[in-house]
């Protein structure tokens, strides 16, 4: 089980973390090395948990402030988890919604980050040789995070560019039937609401539809919410809508929601910008499933430390509303100045209002409309560009030539060389196509951005064409570092 191939890590996705792994960018030491845009993370609001971390320093119990906690927190075992940190994510939860919904903190299940919290889920609600199906384009660890272990099926439901990527009934009909033809049992559905990769948000109308089709089914939906406030552009037609409401709004319509089928799965990761303390949760309106998820949960519990530093901040509740508007404001601003950088050079991408990254459309750079004409171009700005961006084949997605691009894991600066890097790419290829020699000297260059020089005659790869890996056998994998 531990050794078998569906665990992911040799695939493109992770491929790109190898090469930033092996020379990762920096300012003055590696200033032509490689940028990671292909991981989504959220630190544009580091500093403002720094800050209340320095204005409470009892919230930790490695504080002489908070030291005489230490006994009653380093004894802590149980597997519920602190009463205090399951409250205090329940009213985060409704915070982050905007106070739209209330959650029952005797609902809520600890799990290691979402990765365990997905897995856990999975293990309650199906057996081996199970399907889920799973709207594509879609998070490329699902592969492994619901069917590593579980030796569950994920089945893809096509989406492509016609509908804007969105999930439409008789895609699910098409893949459900699919499914259930070749003899396969359909346990659930899994979407991710805002979506990644396409930073979008499922509209009620469409939600509602989701939970109707489950519903009708008897099969089990579960809703990754974990960027849920990270809602950037909220307006009537992107707000994001949880499967809370769906649930409040039509539980007394038997035909139309089955509370019993509807669990969420949720971690502080992306809105918080947490991932390295590993704090996920299920919320599951169904009790068996709680009861099940409980002890489930002694493999993946959250550190009681952790739970005791994070009940105090989520319970501060004017420093969650400030940090939630700020959090919200910079990542629209990082946001804006990205697509912005990107249009000026003839790049789209699609439009998004959530998330840590966009949906990039470079259809129009393929040499050829197919799978190995992505990849050839993936490699080319991989081991040229010197950027990791992330395939669209990672993420099953059925047109090739998109690619997810995070913008939040980076500096200001670091994103202007990544911008940088891409106008001279895109100068360079048209330049190329009309036998033009062009030497790109961005005007205005940093000190440390002198020597910052890019070729794109040649593209350098192994005999077998893939990007090379560290040089040691067991590089440090990126799947063992935060779920993005």
């Given at each position: 089980?531990?050794?078998?191939e569906?665990?992911g890590?040799?695939?493109p996705y992770?491929?790109?973390w190898?090469?930033?792994d092996?020379?990762?960018?920096h300012p003055?030491?590696?200033p032509?090395g490689?940028i990671?845009?292909?991981?989504?993370?959220?630190?544009?609001?580091?500093d403002?948990?720094?800050d209340?971390?320095e204005?409470?320093?009892?919230a930790?119990?490695?504080?002489?402030?908070?030291?005489?906690?230490?006994?009653?927190?380093?004894?802590?075992?149980?597997y519920?988890?602190l009463?205090r940190f399951r409250?205090?994510v329940?009213k985060?939860?409704?915070?982050g919604?905007?106070?739209?919904?209330r959650f029952?903190?005797?609902?809520?299940v600890?799990g290691?980050g979402?990765?365990?919290?997905?897995e856990?889920?999975t293990?309650?609600?199906?057996d081996?040789g199970?399907?889920?199906l799973?709207?594509?384009?879609?998070?490329p660890?699902?592969?492994?995070?619901?069917?590593?272990?579980?030796?569950?099926?994920?089945?893809p439901?096509?989406?492509n560019?016609s509908?804007?990527?969105q999930?439409?009934?008789?895609?699910?009909?098409?893949?459900?039937?699919?499914?259930?033809?070749?003899?396969?049992?359909?346990?659930?559905?899994v979407?991710?609401n805002?979506?990644n990769p396409?930073?979008?948000?499922?509209?009620?109308?469409?939600?509602?539809?989701?939970?109707?089709?489950a519903?009708?089914?008897r099969?089990?939906l579960?809703?990754d919410?974990?960027y849920?406030?990270?809602?950037?552009?909220?307006?009537?037609s992107?707000?994001?809508?949880?499967?809370a409401?769906?649930v409040r709004?039509?539980?007394?319509?038997?035909?139309?929601?089955?509370?019993?089928?509807?669990?969420?799965?949720?971690s502080l990761?992306?809105?918080?910008g947490?991932?390295?303390?590993?704090?996920?949760?299920?919320?599951s309106?169904?009790?068996?499933?709680?009861?099940c998820?409980?002890?489930?949960?002694?493999?993946g519990?959250?550190s009681?430390?952790?739970?005791?530093?994070?009940a105090?901040?989520?319970?501060?509740e004017?420093?969650?509303?400030r940090f939630?508007?700020?959090?919200?404001?910079?990542?629209?601003e990082?946001h804006?100045?990205f697509?912005t950088?990107?249009d000026?050079?003839?790049?789209?991408?699609?439009?998004?209002?959530?998330?840590l990254f966009?949906?990039?459309?470079?259809?129009?750079?393929?040499k050829?409309?197919s799978?190995?004409?992505?990849l050839a171009l993936?490699?080319?700005?991989?081991?040229?560009?010197?950027?990791?961006?992330?395939?669209?084949?990672s993420?099953?997605?059925?047109?090739?030539?998109w690619?997810?691009v995070?913008?939040a894991?980076?500096d200001?600066?670091?994103m202007?060389?990544?911008?940088?890097?891409?106008?001279?790419?895109i100068q360079?290829?048209?330049?190329?196509e009309n036998?033009?020699v062009?030497?790109?000297?961005?005007?205005?260059?940093k000190?440390?951005?002198?020597?910052?020089?890019?070729?794109?005659?040649?593209?350098?790869r192994s005999?077998?064409?893939?990007?090379?890996?560290?040089?040691?056998p067991?590089?440090?994998s990126?799947l063992?570092?935060?779920?993005?």
């Open positions: 089980m531990a050794t078998n569906r665990h890590e040799n695939s992770f491929d790109g190898k090469a930033y092996a020379y990762p960018f003055t030491d590696r032509d490689v990671q845009m292909g991981l989504a993370e959220n630190q544009l609001c580091v403002l948990i720094r209340w971390i204005k409470n320093p009892q930790s119990i490695c504080t002489p402030e908070g030291l005489h906690m230490f006994k009653d927190v380093a004894l802590f075992q149980d519920h988890g009463p409250q205090a329940a985060f939860m409704e915070r919604r905007g106070n739209k919904v029952d903190p005797e609902r809520i600890m290691g979402a990765t365990g919290a997905n856990l889920i293990f309650c609600l199906a081996e199970d399907a889920f799973v709207p594509s384009p879609y998070y660890a699902f592969d492994r995070d619901l069917g590593w272990r579980t030796k569950v099926q994920i089945i439901v096509h989406c560019s509908t804007n990527f999930i439409t009934r008789p895609a699910l009909e098409t893949a459900y039937d699919q499914a259930t033809r070749t003899g396969s049992t359909v346990k659930g559905l979407i991710a805002p979506s396409l930073g979008t948000c499922l509209d009620r109308t469409t939600l509602e539809s989701l939970v109707a089709f519903t009708e089914k099969i089990h579960v809703a919410e974990i849920a406030a990270t809602v950037f552009h909220p307006t009537t992107t707000q994001f809508v949880s499967v409401e769906v709004d039509n539980a007394a319509d038997p035909a139309r929601c089955d509370p019993d089928l509807i669990h969420i799965v949720y990761s992306k809105d918080m947490l991932p390295g303390l590993r704090a996920g949760v299920v919320y309106y169904n009790d068996a499933v709680v009861r998820g409980r002890r489930m949960s002694s493999f519990l959250v009681s430390q952790t739970q005791h530093l994070l105090a901040m989520l319970s501060d004017d420093f969650v509303g939630l508007l700020e959090s919200s404001r910079r990542l629209g990082r804006g100045r697509v950088g990107l000026r050079v003839g790049i789209r991408c699609l439009e998004s209002c959530a998330g966009v949906w990039m459309d470079l259809r129009h750079l393929l050829e409309a799978y190995e004409g992505e993936w490699r080319v700005i991989v081991n040229e560009v010197k950027l990791n961006v992330s395939p669209g084949v993420f099953h997605c059925v047109e090739p030539g690619f997810r995070c913008f894991n980076m200001e600066g670091t202007e060389v990544a911008l940088q890097r891409i106008r001279a790419f360079g290829k048209a330049a190329a036998n033009v062009v030497v790109m000297k961005p005007p205005g260059k000190r440390w951005q002198k020597d910052l020089r890019l070729s794109f005659k040649t593209v350098r005999e077998e064409g893939h990007v090379s890996s560290p040089h040691s067991m590089p440090r990126p063992l570092w935060a779920r993005n």
